[in-house]
């Protein structure tokens, strides 16, 4: 499946999850492409990976995701690979009269809207590449909803049926779809988020990007490092005990 001389695009490949998985590609001789809101992110990236080609880009904009896929397809010809990456997570309390609705729609937009859009303008440029590759970045708690993040957990899941509906009808244009459902992961949207329990501990960002990688190259389709393996096999084996492990405490601190 490796063919170095790819191109790929990680949205949200400024920090995090995906500057790790944008230094693993450019290690193996991928030209790779990462996009986000800030800039001065991207710019700080590229200070460290010279070679990583940045495009300030907002997912949840449809003129930039429409004039990023022309951009791309007029400097590089087109893309092979395309990783929905970028996501955003809040602690929300639903009880909460004074909650904000925009603030909660716009997870949606991020985190599910977004790789819909995504896919819709780079479809041509996948169908065209004799190696095309989907990944999304949905996350374990895909398996196992958590309450202190109610929203994020819906997206996330509802991120993962359409990840495994599309499967089948992408296949046919030779389009392969990967799920990658990180556990926590040491990045700001981990650090940010109220994960006392010590089973929780985060995984370091460039091991996870490890991990990924080894699976990969092995071709799998649902990519599930360190705790999410555990929360996989819980969800079906003892679903009420693991979403209690998971939801000592629903409601978020203030
Ligand atoms: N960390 C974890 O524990 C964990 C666990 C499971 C799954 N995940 C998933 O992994 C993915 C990456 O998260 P992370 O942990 O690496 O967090 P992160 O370091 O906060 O990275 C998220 C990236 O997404 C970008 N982004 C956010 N909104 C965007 C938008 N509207 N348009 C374009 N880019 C946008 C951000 O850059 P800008 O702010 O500059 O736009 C940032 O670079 C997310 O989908 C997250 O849900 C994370």
Redesign the pocket.
Known sequence: MINSKQNILI?????????SLARKFLEHGYTVII????LS??EEAKKELNQLHIFQ????VDEDAKSLAKQIHKDFGGIDILIN?????NFIDSGDEGNDLKKQFNEI???YH?PIRMLHYFLPQLKKSKNAILIN?????AYVTFSQAPV?SGT?AALHFWTQAIRPQLKQHNIKVVEL??????????QD?NMEDESLK?MP?DKMAELFWKDFIKGKEEITPGLSKQLKLMSRLAPKFIFNQLNKQSIPNK
Do not use: Q
């Open positions: 949205t949200g490949g400024g920090s995090g999850i995906g500057l996009t986000g809101r800030s992110k991207l880009s907002d997912v949840t990456n970028a996501g955003i997570m937009e991020i985190n977004a970045v949905s996350s374990g708690l994020y996330k459902l990180p556990p926590v992961v040491d990045t700001k949207l981990a988020a985060p960002p």
